[in-house]
């Protein structure tokens, strides 16, 4: 089935957003090197509707991993009340990356009911 533009436009939100958040990973660890890394989470490899759909469900659990990664810094720094613009940088990115990804999953969800997205 071949890609349809509205989710080729999503997956490259979506690409873009990855991009952001894989440079604030490498960011952090740098300035972080004791610290463990925030979790990777990919990127999709699109040529068809099927193969993204195949692929996308890894990617979100990797999403999920990243964001409960999030969560657990934020909640140890409320108890420290540190500030740390690298880390803002990785949760403000990662958010991005989230809704990134919600919409690329809305876009299969009505690829998948036959739904017209143009």
């Not at 604030?24 to 990127?43: D, F, G, N, Q, S």
């Not at 690329?104 to 036959?114: K, N």
Request: overall charge positive; charged content about 30%; proline content about 5%.
């Amino acid at each position: 089935m071949p890609m349809d533009d509205r989710l080729a436009q999503l997956l490259d939100s979506y690409a873009q957003a990855q991009a952001h958040y894989t440079l604030a990973r490498l960011e952090y660890a740098l300035h972080h090197p004791a610290k463990p890394a925030p979790p990777p989470v990919t990127c999709c490899v699109r040529s068809t509707v099927d193969a993204v759909r195949e692929q996308w469900s890894r990617i979100e659990a990797q999403l999920d991993a990243a964001l409960g990664y999030v969560v657990r810094m934020e909640r140890e720094r409320r108890r420290r009340r540190a500030t740390d613009s690298r880390f803002r940088y990785i949760a403000d990115s990662l958010r991005e990356l989230d809704r990134s990804s919600r919409a690329v999953r809305w876009a299969l969800t009505i690829s998948e009911s036959h739904y017209d997205l143009g």
